[in-house]
């Protein structure tokens, strides 16, 4: 069974995503609705995996200075094995595939030069990696993340 979600829990979704701290009177508050039915649409969204969690953002102060992306091309059925080393790696925020000549996109977080050369080393060094190019970010222009 698909969950249909409706204007209403659209609005609620998008009212946790600009503060997921919001008490639920305050939602009912903002969306003119019974704290209940509000209660009752959140409980209703998460069990439907629709909402699968709240989260902290972290300020520029928090989070590592550093960003960069590696575009990883692997050697056949290597996939597993790379991603399973990618996991261990604390620097890799996230590993995304792609199509086109390179298989993995992987976003890095480092606070130093040395510590993002030590990362991106650990990358290229991964049995099953074939190649790699890194891009370091120098500015960020448009986020829409939080």
Same mark, same amino acid.
């Given at each position: 069974?698909?969950?249909?979600?409706?204007?209403?829990?659209?609005?609620?979704?998008q &009212? @946790?995503?600009?503060?997921?701290?919001?008490?639920?009177?305050?939602? +009912?508050?903002?969306?003119?609705l *019974?704290?209940?039915?509000?209660?009752?649409?959140?409980?209703? =969204?998460?069990?439907?995996? #629709?909402?699968?969690?709240?989260? +902290?953002?972290?300020?520029?102060? &928090?989070? &590592?200075?550093?960003?960069?992306? +590696?575009?990883?091309?692997?050697?056949?059925?290597?996939?597993? *094995?790379?991603? #399973?080393?990618?996991?261990? =790696?604390?620097?890799? @925020?996230?590993?995304? $595939?792609?199509?086109?000549?390179?298989d993995?996109?992987?976003?890095? #977080?480092?606070?130093? $030069?040395?510590? @993002?050369?030590? $990362? =991106?080393?650990?990358?290229?060094?991964?049995?099953?990696?074939?190649?790699?190019?890194?891009?370091?970010?120098?500015?960020?222009? @448009?986020?829409?993340?939080?």
């Amino acid at each position: 069974m698909t969950l249909q979600i409706d204007e209403t829990d659209r609005q609620l979704v998008q &009212a @946790l995503q600009a503060n997921a701290r919001q008490s639920i009177a305050d939602l +009912a508050r903002h969306l003119g609705l *019974a704290r209940t039915t509000v209660q009752a649409r959140l409980d209703r =969204l998460e069990r439907s995996g #629709a909402i699968v969690g709240y989260t +902290a953002i972290l300020g520029a102060s &928090a989070k &590592a200075p550093l960003r960069a992306t +590696a575009l990883v091309s692997i050697e056949p059925r290597s996939a597993p *094995a790379v991603l #399973a080393r990618m996991r261990q =790696l604390s620097g890799v @925020l996230v590993v995304h $595939t792609t199509s086109g000549r390179f298989d993995f996109l992987i976003e890095i #977080a480092a606070r130093t $030069t040395q510590e @993002l050369d030590e $990362t =991106l080393d650990r990358i290229v060094d991964t049995r099953g990696v074939k190649s790699s190019e890194s891009l370091i970010h120098l500015s960020t222009k @448009l986020d829409r993340r939080g």
